[in-house]
């Protein structure tokens, strides 16, 4: 069956440090995708970055980046110098292609970021 | 910009209400979910649609009902209200799995 755990409900951390959600997947295909969402305190959830399982190259967009391993069924998220702006809730999301787009959300990890 | 609106942010109902809460997206996806949030828990899936008039069960569908009369909109639908309803309701939208979703603001329902 498949699931994603985000073993880390909350984590807390001051301005400038550096910060890695953690993220495990399970899932018997070998065609899947992987997404992070981020939804901030006004509530939608914004889209992040996907990831297709064949893709294992890690990917880095300004402060952000993601690292995929195949090996170890984790795709874990990294926010290099936090900013207060990234304070909310991370959710890692897993959905496989033959399974009509559903997506199999992790349970969140909620970011504090203090000045 | 593309859209997934949700008709309300908040809303209170009473116990035993018929609950109707409103989905449209401007993106003419074939594929709508239905979400409900809760601390701990993440997102569980309550029903979702893959065209007009189509609805197939998530993983918590009991106490919910769907319907799809338009590609565009998609409304869930609380029988009977319960207070185990309360909590955050997010609709979204998507083209293909390839792409994720797109998410409304959410709704967040207290049942008294």
């Known amino acids: 069956a498949q699931k994603v755990t985000q073993a880390q409900t909350e984590i807390s951390v001051v301005e400038k440090e550096d910060v890695t959600l953690d993220c495990v997947y399970e899932?018997?295909?070998?065609?899947?995708?992987l997404f992070w969402y981020k939804q901030p305190p006004s509530g939608e959830l914004v889209f992040l970055i996907r990831?297709?399982?064949?893709?294992?190259q890690n990917e880095i967009s300004g402060r952000y980046s993601w690292n995929f391993q195949k090996s170890t069924s984790s795709f874990n998220f990294t926010i290099t110098a936090s900013q207060v702006v990234d304070s909310a809730v991370y959710f890692c999301?897993?959905?496989?292609?033959?399974?009509?787009?559903?997506?199999?959300f992790g349970q969140g990890t909620t970011l504090q970021v203090k000045p | 910009d593309v859209k997934v609106t949700q008709s309300s942010r908040y809303l209170v109902k009473r116990t035993g209400e018929k609950v109707f809460l409103e989905c449209v997206q401007d993106m003419d996806h074939e594929n709508m979910f239905w979400y409900r949030q809760d601390p701990g828990l993440g997102l569980r899936l309550i029903y979702f649609?893959?065209?007009?008039?189509?609805?197939e069960k998530g993983d918590i569908p009991e106490g919910y009902s769907v319907s799809r009369e338009k590609k565009e909109r998609f409304s869930l639908i609380l029988e009977s209200a319960s207070t185990n309803q309360t909590s955050m309701y997010l609709c979204a939208s998507s083209l293909t799995p390839l792409y994720g979703y797109t998410f409304g603001s959410g709704t967040r329902l207290t049942v008294v």
């Open positions: 899932t018997r295909d070998t065609t899947y995708y």
């Open positions: 999301a897993l959905s496989e292609l033959g399974n009509t787009g559903k997506l199999i």
């Open positions: 649609s893959y065209d007009v008039k189509m609805k």
């Open positions: 990831r297709n399982s064949f893709d294992e």
